[in-house]
Nanobody, 127 residues
């Protein structure tokens, strides 16, 4: 059974930074491409960032490009999302996701490409 556990959310002032972490258990971590999505109240989850199985390929949504960075440590079964220069509009629940069906590519930007999800962690940015 695959489990994804996020941590690192919280309350931060605008312009501040947070680092989200997602630890995966249950199968070889390098078998998964990973993604981060976020969800605003009453909205569908939207793509934030993704990273290929090997870590050589990354993709970021335009809204976070230059501020957020996704990375992974296959030795620690962990994917990270470094979030800098946070804005109030980044306030959302953030979810980690894993897919075994896709190794890399543009499909990683699509919510339905993912097979497993974490429980989410709240990020709140005050102005």
């Amino acid at each position: 059974q695959v489990q994804l556990v996020e941590s690192g959310g919280g309350l931060v002032q605008a312009g501040g930074s947070l680092r989200l972490s997602c630890t995966v258990s249950g199968r070889t971590f390098s078998s998964y491409a990973m993604g981060w999505f976020r969800q605003f109240p009453g909205k569908e989850r939207e793509f934030v960032a993704a990273i290929s199985r090997s870590g050589s390929g990354t993709s970021h949504a335009d809204s976070v490009k230059g501020r957020f960075t996704i990375s992974r440590d296959n030795a620690k079964n962990t994917v990270l999302l470094q979030m800098n220069n946070l804005k109030p509009e980044d306030t959302a629940a953030y979810y980690c996701a894993a897919t075994i069906r896709y190794a890399s590519g543009s499909y990683l930007r699509v919510r339905t490409a993912y097979d497993f999800w974490g429980q989410g962690t709240q990020v709140t940015v005050s102005s």
